[in-house]
């Protein structure tokens, strides 16, 4: 990967985004797309950029990754200057505890950590309990509640602190690439076809979307806007390469091994096609997933716009989803974006995508 685009992309992860909150993230994918695509918005917040290809009446094609990563989100401060707080997407409160987070304010973050019982102090018959999230809470080293209501209002979102860490070989660690990942792609396909040469037989049109975590809203209001006839979905999915996964529920799947093409009732079979064999035209390391139900990402709302979207899902292999340790490969990053880019040279009349 060249060092601007990762550079990008620790500025996408480490800009706080939860759910409702993504303006910050938006930001830096507006500023990196604008120079190869002009960028507009809309009032839920996804950033819209737009690249016409040769000719009139084309097939429009949408392809989107969302911005938004789960988080928190205050909601009562106590007298003693504690922070209680909900969950914005889906977090698991095995993990919470101890770990090191940031208020985001109006004035800058606040650092916190969410507070645990010590062991010594815990009987031993509750030492497997898991707290719920709502009994637990974040210090900030505020003394009172007058203190912490200075610093710090009620619905201020809160992520947690990690940010991008380069591990060994091309891999990284950080939090929300559930689904920076998507939203990088979409920025870096965009750069692509800026730059080729060649124009596209499309128009393209590149969405980084908004509260997908909270039920794929950002999704359905750009596909009724763009109106897509053809719909490729940029997201994240589980690795299956790591001591605790079962295989069998979720596919034989690994870092380092490609972009993963799903299979299933949420996929158009000719864009399926398409996306396979351009893969191995290409000679693009591909794997395969079945998804038996639709697959709970923008690709659902998309498919099922106005009249209809052939849509599919390119998506990242992903350790730990959901946890402030996401692992991923930077070389899948690229041959997805490779894979999409030589894919959209392909797409011809939307005619094509209507199963016979």
Do not use: W
Request: glycine fraction near 10%; proline fraction near 6%.
């Amino acid at each position: 990967m060249r060092e601007e685009s990762f550079q990008f992309l620790r500025s996408l992860v480490e800009a706080p985004s939860p759910s409702g909150y993504e303006q910050p993230a938006q930001r830096v994918f507006r500023d990196y797309v604008a120079p190869y695509a002009p960028v507009s918005g809309d009032v839920l917040g996804n950033a819209i950029a737009s690249i016409k290809g040769a000719g009139e009446g084309l097939t429009r094609v949408m392809l989107v990754g969302h911005s938004d990563e789960i988080g928190l989100l205050v909601r009562f401060i106590d007298e003693n200057g504690f922070l209680f707080f909900g969950a914005i997407g889906g977090i698991d409160p095995q993990i919470t505890q101890g770990l090191r987070v940031a208020v985001q304010t109006k004035n800058g973050p606040i650092p916190g950590v969410i507070g645990k019982k010590p062991i010594h102090l815990i009987e031993p018959k509750d030492r497997e309990t898991v707290v719920k999230l709502d009994a637990q809470y974040i210090d900030i080293g505020a003394g009172s509640r007058e203190e912490a209501a200075a610093l710090v209002r009620i619905g201020d979102p809160v992520t947690f602190a990690s940010g991008l860490e380069k591990l060994q070989g091309d891999r990284i660690a950080g939090r929300g690439f559930d689904d920076k990942a998507g939203s990088f792609v979409v920025a870096e396909v965009l750069r692509a076809v800026a730059r080729a040469k060649k124009k596209l037989p499309v128009d393209l049109y590149g969405v980084s979307s908004v509260q997908e975590e909270v039920g794929l809203r950002g999704g359905t209001t750009s596909s009724y806007s763009v109106k897509p006839d053809v719909g490729i979905c940029v997201e994240v999915d589980f690795s299956t390469d790591q001591p605790d996964v079962d295989k069998k529920q979720n596919g034989d799947v690994g870092l380092g091994k490609g972009p993963i093409i799903p299979r299933g009732a949420n996929i158009n079979p000719a864009l399926f096609d398409l996306l396979v064999e351009t893969a191995e035209r290409e000679k693009i390391p591909v794997q395969l997933t079945g998804h038996p139900r639709p697959a709970g990402t923008d690709a659902n709302v998309m498919q099922i716009s106005r009249k209809g979207v052939a849509t599919a899902l390119v998506k990242i292999p992903l350790r730990y989803m959901h946890t402030p340790v996401e692992v991923l490969s930077l070389s899948d990053l690229d041959n997805a974006v490779r894979l999409i880019t030589a894919t959209l040279y392909r797409i011809g009349a939307k005619e094509t995508f209507i199963p016979l």
